[in-house]
């Protein structure tokens, strides 16, 4: 049983005005047949300043989809793949002052089954530069390499305890792949 992780946090990095919308979005550690991790790399200069930064997969619900339809839809969009939906893993909650939102992201295992190829939106082709399939001790280290400002901070603090959890897990046998 995996203990999840429940985190709250705040966003220093750019005057808070007001929260006009809530985002509730789900995102996954997505293990491979290597069982290596996939990290979405973003690169990209718009109302963040520029963006260079690693961070795990997924995206917002849409209409009524439940977490396990949304994640499925997310994952085959980016990366172009399928497979099977893991146990939670848990919820960040954070803020982006910059665009007066709020986020709950809902964190799970996923499993590869099958790849393809990737049906990204508009959005998604601006923002995302690659895909790259590393080792948790990697994904770990580029975490912990980016930078200590800006959405590349805000982001850092919600995936590295995810990451950690994987870690830990992983080093204790607890993690059934």
């Known amino acids: 049983m995996i203990k999840e992780i429940r985190l709250s946090l705040k966003d220093d990095q750019y005057p808070y005005t007001k929260i ?3 985002r509730h979005a789900v995102r996954a550690v997505c293990f491979n ?13 718009d109302q963040f300043g520029k963006r260079n930064y690693y961070e795990l997969p997924g995206g917002g619900l849409k209409n ?3 977490h396990e339809e949304a994640l499925k839809r997310e994952l085959n969009e980016e990366l172009g793949v399928e497979g099977v939906v893991g ?3 848990g919820v ?24 393809g190829n990737q049906h990204l939106e508009l959005d998604e082709r601006r923002l995302i530069y690659r895909l790259v399939y590393v ?6 280290r580029l975490m912990k390499e980016q930078d200590e400002f800006g959405v590349s901070l805000l ?7 995810i990451l950690e959890l994987i870690s830990d897990l992983i080093a204790k046998n607890a993690l059934n792949l």
């Open 20 to 22: 006009t919308h809530t």
């Open 33 to 45: 047949s290597d069982n290596k991790i996939c990290l979405v790399h973003i690169k990209a200069i």
């Open 64 to 66: 009524s989809e439940c």
């Open 87 to 89: 146990p939670k893993l």
């Open 92 to 115: 960040v909650h954070d803020f982006y002052n910059l665009i007066e939102q709020e986020n709950y992201s809902h964190y799970y295992l996923f499993k590869i089954t099958k790849t």
């Open 135 to 140: 080792s948790i001790e990697e994904a770990i």
């Open 155 to 161: 982001v850092k603090r919600r995936e590295l305890p």
